[in-house]
């Protein structure tokens, strides 16, 4: 019996023996394990239970990229709206001669070349409308149409300060052929026009014949000022060089949404665009009661005036404390500023309550107004060696 329990406590002696052997060396190849770890020789990361990264979430489509550029396809567009187009020739007289412009006198034709849009006849006449400055001092015009058949053609009407005009051709100078060849174009609202929108030009660019240029609308509104003219334009980043003015800028429908403008889109001359990127076109609706009136032979009321001239008065010029303000130099007769008594050396210093510190602050009221409409203006006046103020309503002719 005694045997027997000496033989199991050995056991468990060996037992508890094999357990701190164990023991002891896990803890030896844990040491050396560390040991490596710490010289280089072993990467501990590497053993550790590999544990799921975070990751950004891309969205997969499942549209196939092409290669090549995406164009769009305009001429079921342009194939409706061309017949609607017409290139202009213009000639007018210049004085010209063997060592400069006037001498001896002498004058020759000087041509210039444009763009017009069919926009509505009457029982005698097909009314095309363009640019003023494509048909100004033209001593003769002429249209030429789709089918490459040209006509004389005379001013209807024209309005200088928005830049519009109206020339006719005598339905009865157009033979069959022509007559069934164009169409009257459909305009549409630039008012419904947003930036970004798509849009196309036509016109008669440098006066090589119709050509067509597309786009995006780049901006809405832009001011634009010409020969001290400030207009509100639409900017687009179609072509638009010299030719191009009078013609059709239209939305994606094919409806005339604004004329374009190479005038604007340059130094000042139809003749040569130089800015690139960047055209410009007057907006149809802005325009529209205009062109009524002008295909009508009524008087064009949009461009009043109050029939002063003179310039500015600015804190920068000003040498002898005259107060800031349009200083008057001349009065036309008969003018709406002559009959309200305004006087050679008045300053006016407000319109309409607003303070006139540019030449923009006093035309920017003028012209949104028509003629027979009034204006409120502030002048000051001389009175013994002192500028005194009185308030004044000047009748615009």
Do not use: C, W
């Amino acid at each position: 019996m005694s045997e027997k329990i000496n033989e199991t406590e050995k056991k468990q002696k060996r037992t508890v023996i094999y357990i701190f052997i164990s023991i002891f060396a896990v803890l030896i190849i844990v040491a050396f394990a560390i040991a490596l770890n710490n010289i280089g020789l072993l990467k501990l990361d590497d053993l550790k239970i590999s544990k799921k990264k975070a990751e950004l979430n891309y969205t997969q489509t499942t549209n196939k990229v092409k290669e090549g550029i995406y164009i769009t396809d305009v001429s079921d567009v342009v194939e409706e709206v061309m017949p609607s187009i017409v290139s202009i020739t213009s000639k007018t007289l210049v004085k010209s001669g063997m060592f400069g412009p006037s001498f001896f006198n002498q004058e020759q034709y000087s041509e210039g070349a444009g763009s017009g849009i069919i926009v509505s006849k009457n029982d005698t006449e097909l009314l095309i409308l363009t640019n003023n400055h494509v048909i100004e001092e033209a001593k003769e015009l002429s249209v030429q149409f789709v089918n490459e058949k040209s006509v004389d053609a005379t001013v209807k009407g024209t309005s200088e300060r928005k830049d519009v005009a109206v020339i006719s051709v005598k339905l009865s100078d157009l033979d069959s052929a022509t007559i069934e060849s164009i169409k009257i174009a459909t305009l549409g609202d630039s008012n419904n026009l947003k930036v970004g929108n798509g849009i196309i030009a036509i016109g008669n660019a440098l006066g090589y014949g119709q050509s067509v240029t597309t786009g995006v609308v780049s901006a809405l509104n832009r001011e634009v000022t010409i020969d001290n003219i400030t207009t509100k334009m639409i900017q687009i980043d179609a072509a638009i060089n010299g030719g191009n003015s009078g013609g059709a800028l239209l939305n994606s429908s094919g409806e005339v949404v604004g004329i374009n403008s190479a005038k604007y889109s340059s130094s000042g001359m139809s003749s040569s665009a130089s800015i690139e990127g960047m055209g410009f076109a007057i907006p149809i609706t802005d325009v529209r009661e205009l062109i009524t009136s002008l295909m009508n032979g009524e008087e064009d009321k949009s461009d009043a005036t109050m029939g002063v001239e003179g310039y500015m008065i600015t804190e920068e010029n000003n040498n002898y404390n005259m107060p800031t303000g349009f200083y008057i130099s001349k009065i036309v007769k008969d003018s709406g500023a002559d009959k309200a008594g305004l006087e050679i050396g008045n300053i006016i210093t407000e319109i309409e309550g607003k303070k006139v510190k540019s030449f923009n602050d006093l035309t920017d009221i003028i012209y949104n107004k028509k003629k027979g409409e009034t204006v409120k203006i502030k002048v000051s006046y001389t009175n013994k060696r002192e500028y005194k103020e009185k308030e004044i309503e000047v009748t615009l002719s």
